[in-house]
């Protein structure tokens, strides 16, 4: 594949997507080709994994990509459809952009937690707890965690087995880590404020671990809720 780095003063996650659909739709690599894993792709690039999931998450919704399970990532034999899903950047500040995300992000990931509540695996509790333990350590080191927290929401997704919800919260991604780092960095002028997202995110894995479903909604909306007054508190 021949990768420009990509200039820092571009749209990065644009940048990417323009580079990649190019190689495809050029010809340079052929429909059924093996594309570079994720780590390959981030060097080439010069970027971050949040960088190159978002990126890819936007050429699968271009249907020019598609993940096969356990082999990595492939271009598709067949073109793009039409209609594939754009959004726009929105206006305003970034605590407003994080506010109106978790209002978004409300139904949708209370409805992942449900899910994952019911149709957790061992497996899955298994990676569940990893994450878990990932975001929890982040406690009290004085970092935001932003990484860590976006990894425990896709892991609960990716929990439920819809693959709609991984697939959205996927093509998210970096929207949402930027909106998780602006909340937690306002938390993290608040002590209280990261303790209390952290049992928050407490009552999500219980519940989900616990197979109670009700609960697991539960505690999903309560932390998607405060996450949205912590906001308010620090703009008001």
Do not use: W
Not at 74 to 88: C, E, H, I, K, T
Not at 135 to 142: S, Y
Not at 185 to 205: G, P, V
Request: net charge positive.
């Amino acid at each position: 594949m021949s990768i420009r780095p990509v200039p820092q003063r571009q749209s990065l996650v644009v940048t990417v997507v323009e580079q990649l659909a190019h190689q495809v739709r050029s010809g340079a690599v052929a429909p059924g080709s093996r594309l570079p894993p994720e780590s390959e792709l981030c060097r080439l690039f010069g970027v971050s994994r949040t960088v190159v999931r978002e990126a890819v998450a936007r050429l699968k919704a271009d249907e020019l990509v598609e993940t096969r399970r356990g082999r990595g990532l492939y271009v598709r034999n067949s073109g793009p459809v039409a209609g594939v899903l754009r959004l726009q950047s929105p206006q305003g500040d970034a605590a407003q952009v994080a506010f109106e995300l978790l209002e978004f992000r409300a139904g949708l990931e209370a409805d992942s937690a449900r899910l994952a509540a019911l149709r957790r695996t061992p497996a899955d509790i298994k990676a569940l707890r990893r994450a878990f333990a990932r975001l929890a350590a982040v406690q009290g080191r004085g970092r935001s965690g932003a990484d860590d927290d976006l990894a425990f929401h896709l892991a609960v997704a990716r929990t439920s087995h819809n693959a709609y919800i991984v697939q959205v919260l996927e093509f998210l991604s970096g929207a949402l880590h930027r909106a998780i780092s602006t909340s937690r960095e306002i938390d993290l002028k608040r002590a209280e404020s990261l303790a209390d997202a952290h049992a928050e995110h407490t009552a999500i894995f219980d519940a989900i671990v616990a197979g109670d479903a009700d609960a697991a909604v539960r505690a999903m909306r309560s932390h998607l809720e405060a996450g949205r007054n912590r906001l308010l508190f620090r703009s008001a």
